[in-house]
């Protein structure tokens, strides 16, 4: 089992930054991947990046070189984001892959708005 908590949305004003923390725990070892997903209102949920165990990151089109996704150690996973756009306005949720099973967390919402 993997517990995942989110943390770090608010609101921001567009071209502006923010990061999103994940703090995981639990069987924290078994993880072989991370991610973040978002859901924007009346949308389906959407992979905004991932990294693997090995550090290799994958990006949404949308968001290649302005978000950063990063994990520094087994349990803490980053998002940094910047030059923010209304059109990234969702909630965001950190995932896990662990033993081919997927984990979420309950998400933190993020609103880019003047």
């Known amino acids: 089992q993997v517990q995942l908590v989110e943390s770090g949305g608010g609101l921001v004003q567009p071209v502006g930054s923010l990061g999103l923390s994940c703090a995981a725990s639990g069987c924290i070892f078994s993880i072989n991947a991370m991610g973040w997903y978002r859901q924007a209102p009346g949308k389906e949920r959407e992979l905004v990046a991932a990294i693997t165990r090995g550090g290799t990151t994958n990006y949404a089109d949308s968001v290649k070189g302005r978000f950063t996704i990063s994990r520094a150690n087994a349990n803490s996973l980053y998002l940094q984001m910047t030059s923010l756009k209304p059109e990234d306005t969702a909630v965001y949720y950190c995932?896990?892959?662990?033993?081919?099973?997927?984990?979420w967390g309950k998400g933190t919402l993020v609103t880019v708005s003047s």
């Open positions: 995932n896990a892959v662990s033993y081919q099973r997927d984990y």
